[in-house]
């Protein structure tokens, strides 16, 4: 089993910046793919970032395209999520995902999952 724990949420003006990390726990991701989703209130949990497991591919979902950095450190078994420019409409929990299979964007594909971190955005 893995256990994913998620930290680096908080509350952030409009613009302002944080990174969110995600320490891995119970057995080595290093060949993990894994990712990054956001729920807000009243929504579906969305695709934020993945990344597969030697760090060389990334993906992102089109909103966060150009303002978040998807990256993977294997020797400390963690995953960052660097997120510059951020919008009041990037105020969601944020989790942490892990797959064995594939980079993927699709939620039903992740194994583990985090209890997620709360990110706010003020204007």
């Known amino acids: 089993q893995v256990q994913l724990v998620e930290s680096g949420g908080g509350l952030v003006q409009a613009g302002g910046s944080l990174r969110l990390s995600c320490a891995a726990s119970g057995r080595t991701v290093s060949s993990y793919a894994m990712g990054w989703f956001r729920q807000a209130p009243g929504k579906e949990r969305e695709f934020v970032a993945a990344?597969?497991?030697?760090?060389?591919?990334?993906y992102y979902g089109d909103s966060v395209k150009g303002r978040f950095t998807i990256s993977r450190d294997n020797a400390k078994n963690t995953v960052y999520l660097q997120m510059n420019s951020l919008k009041v409409e990037d105020t969601a929990v944020y989790y942490c995902?892990?797959?064995?299979?594939?980079?993927?964007?699709?939620?039903?594909?992740?194994?583990?999952w985090g209890q997620g971190t709360q990110v706010t955005v003020s204007s």
């Open positions: 990344i597969s497991w030697s760090g060389a591919s990334t």
């Open positions: 995902a892990a797959n064995t299979k594939v980079l993927s964007m699709v939620r039903a594909v992740y194994d583990f």
